[in-house]
C-alpha cells in the first residue's frame, strides 16, 4: 500500500477485487458509489401474488368448479350484479345522452401520488446547489489488492449540502454542529472540507446538511478509526467518485490504512488526475451536463467494507482508552 500525505487521492478501477490507494492521504481502494433500488409493483391489469413460495396470477385465483347447482348459481350471481350496473349506466347520462367528465373511479385530488418516475423540472429552474466538474488537479493514485468482508457495506452515511436559504427550507430548528461525525458504528469519520477548514454543517431531524457557496471547491475527508483496512465507496448527486457513473455498492472505492486519512478533491478523471468538485448550479451540475438528471442532486453518500479475515472492531479507541484509563487499586471508600 501507498502511504499518503494530507488527504487521499483516487483513481479508477479496472479489474473486480482490486482497489486503489491514493497519495496525499489516506490509502484507497477501487471504485465508489452507493445507489439503491427499489421494488415496485408490476405495471399493467394483472396483479402478482405469492402462495407457498410461487408466483400465481391473482386475477385467476379463487374460480372453483362446484358443479352444476354452483353453475346455476353464479350464473344468477352475474344477473344480479349487472342490473346495478346497468341502472347506473342509465342514470349516469346527461339530458344529451353525454356521460360525465369524471369517471367515479378517479382517484380525488388528495389520493394522487406523484410516480416516483415523475419528470423532474428543466434543471435551469431548480433551486440551490449542485455539484459541477471543475478544474483537473493531479492526484496520482497506486492499485492494491482487497477483498471485501461481505458483499453489503459495514455501514452507510450520506450528508445534504445547500446554499443557507436551501438548508433553511429543508430543515426545522437546526442546530450547528462539528465539521466530522462517526459512520459505520464508529469504523470511520467523515466531513467536507471548503476553504481552509471544515464547512459550515447543522444537523436537523436526524440529517446532517453542510452549507455550500457556488464557485466553491469542496473535499470529502475520511479517516479511518480501524486497526485494519476499510475500502470506502463514495457518490456525489448519486454518482460515483471513481467513474462518473450512477453509484452502486458493487463498485469499488479507496482504500484507507488503519489511522490514515484519505482526502477526495474531486472525479477521477485518470490514473493521475481528479476533476474537482465545485458547488454550481444545478444547471451546470455534472449531473445535469453529463447525464442530464438531477434527482440526485445535493448529496453525498458514503458506504464503508470491511476486509476479508480481518477484525475492524478490535482495539478500537474506545477499547483503547478504557485499557488506558484503568486503574490499579481500588477506590478508597
Same mark, same amino acid.
Given at each position: 500500500?501507498?502511504?499518503?500525505?494530507?488527504?487521499?487521492?483516487?483513481?479508477?478501477?479496472?479489474?473486480?477485487?482490486?482497489?486503489?490507494?491514493?497519495?496525499?492521504? %489516506?490509502?484507497?481502494?477501487?471504485?465508489?458509489?452507493?445507489?439503491?433500488?427499489?421494488?415496485? $409493483?408490476?405495471?399493467?391489469? !394483472?396483479?402478482?401474488? !405469492?402462495?407457498?413460495?410461487?408466483?400465481?396470477?391473482?386475477?385467476?385465483?379463487?374460480?372453483?368448479?362446484?358443479?352444476?347447482?354452483?353453475?346455476?348459481?353464479?350464473?344468477?350471481?352475474?344477473?344480479?350484479?349487472?342490473?346495478?350496473?346497468?341502472?347506473?349506466?342509465?342514470?349516469?347520462? $346527461?339530458?344529451?345522452?353525454?356521460? =360525465?367528465?369524471?369517471? =367515479?373511479?378517479?382517484?380525488?385530488? @388528495?389520493?394522487?401520488?406523484?410516480?416516483?418516475?415523475?419528470?423532474?423540472?428543466?434543471? !435551469?429552474?431548480?433551486?440551490?446547489?449542485?455539484?459541477?466538474?471543475?478544474?483537473?488537479?493531479?492526484? =496520482?493514485?497506486?492499485?492494491?489488492?482487497?477483498?471485501?468482508?461481505?458483499?453489503?457495506?459495514?455501514?452507510?452515511?450520506?450528508?445534504?449540502?445547500? &446554499?443557507?436559504?436551501?438548508?433553511?427550507?429543508?430543515? @426545522?430548528?437546526?442546530?450547528?454542529? $462539528?465539521?466530522?461525525?462517526?459512520?459505520?458504528?464508529?469504523?470511520?469519520?467523515?466531513?467536507?472540507?471548503?476553504?481552509?477548514?471544515?464547512?459550515?454543517?447543522?444537523?436537523?431531524?436526524?440529517?446532517?446538511?453542510?452549507?455550500?457557496?457556488?464557485?466553491?471547491?469542496?473535499?470529502?475527508?475520511?479517516?479511518?478509526?480501524?486497526? @485494519?483496512?476499510?475500502?470506502?465507496?463514495?457518490?456525489?448527486?448519486?454518482?460515483?467518485?471513481?467513474?462518473?457513473?450512477?453509484?452502486?455498492?458493487?463498485?469499488?472505492?479507496?482504500?484507507?490504512?488503519?489511522? &490514515?486519512?484519505?482526502?477526495?478533491?474531486?472525479?477521477?478523471?485518470?490514473?493521475?488526475?481528479?476533476?474537482?468538485?465545485?458547488?454550481?448550479?444545478?444547471?451546470?451540475?455534472?449531473?445535469?451536463?453529463?447525464? %442530464?438528471?438531477?434527482?440526485?442532486?445535493?448529496?453525498?453518500?458514503?458506504?464503508?467494507?470491511?476486509?476479508?479475515?480481518?477484525?475492524?472492531?478490535?482495539?478500537?479507541?474506545?477499547?483503547? !482508552?478504557?485499557?488506558?484509563?484503568?486503574?490499579?487499586?481500588?477506590?478508597? =471508600?
Amino acid at each position: 500500500m501507498g502511504n499518503g500525505r494530507n488527504g487521499g487521492r483516487n483513481g479508477p478501477l479496472r479489474l473486480a477485487g482490486l482497489g486503489f490507494t491514493g497519495r496525499n492521504g %489516506g490509502r484507497n481502494g477501487g471504485r465508489n458509489g452507493g445507489r439503491n433500488g427499489e421494488r415496485g $409493483g408490476e405495471p399493467g391489469g !394483472e396483479q402478482r401474488g !405469492e402462495r407457498n413460495g410461487e408466483w400465481r396470477d391473482e386475477s385467476m385465483v379463487g374460480w372453483e368448479w362446484k358443479g352444476p347447482m354452483s353453475l346455476l348459481a353464479g350464473r344468477l350471481r352475474f344477473v344480479l350484479l349487472a342490473l346495478p350496473a346497468l341502472w347506473w349506466s342509465s342514470c349516469a347520462t $346527461g339530458p344529451e345522452g353525454a356521460m =360525465p367528465s369524471v369517471s =367515479p373511479e378517479a382517484p380525488l385530488a @388528495s389520493d394522487a401520488v406523484m410516480p416516483l418516475n415523475a419528470p423532474m423540472p428543466p434543471a !435551469e429552474e431548480r433551486p440551490g446547489l449542485a455539484t459541477k466538474y471543475g478544474d483537473e488537479l493531479r492526484d =496520482p493514485m497506486v492499485r492494491r489488492s482487497f477483498v471485501r468482508a461481505s458483499k453489503q457495506p459495514v455501514g452507510t452515511d450520506r450528508i445534504y449540502y445547500n &446554499d443557507r436559504s436551501g438548508i433553511e427550507a429543508m430543515t @426545522s430548528h437546526p442546530y450547528k454542529t $462539528g465539521g466530522t461525525r462517526q459512520a459505520a458504528g464508529g469504523m470511520v469519520e467523515w466531513g467536507i472540507k471548503s476553504g481552509f477548514g471544515y464547512a459550515t454543517c447543522y444537523e436537523s431531524g436526524g440529517k446532517r446538511f453542510v452549507v455550500g457557496s457556488p464557485g466553491k471547491a469542496y473535499s470529502i475527508v475520511v479517516k479511518n478509526r480501524c486497526r @485494519s483496512r476499510v475500502e470506502v465507496v463514495l457518490s456525489v448527486d448519486g454518482l460515483d467518485v471513481m467513474d462518473g457513473k450512477p453509484a452502486s455498492f458493487a463498485k469499488r472505492g479507496y482504500l484507507i490504512a488503519p489511522g &490514515d486519512t484519505l482526502e477526495v478533491k474531486g472525479w477521477r478523471s485518470g490514473w493521475d488526475t481528479v476533476a474537482r468538485f465545485e458547488f454550481s448550479s444545478v444547471g451546470a451540475s455534472y449531473a445535469n451536463r453529463r447525464h %442530464g438528471d438531477t434527482r440526485n442532486v445535493g448529496v453525498i453518500g458514503l458506504a464503508v467494507f470491511g476486509e476479508k479475515g480481518a477484525d475492524p472492531w478490535k482495539w478500537m479507541p474506545d477499547e483503547v !482508552e478504557r485499557r488506558e484509563s484503568a486503574t490499579p487499586f481500588a477506590t478508597a =471508600p
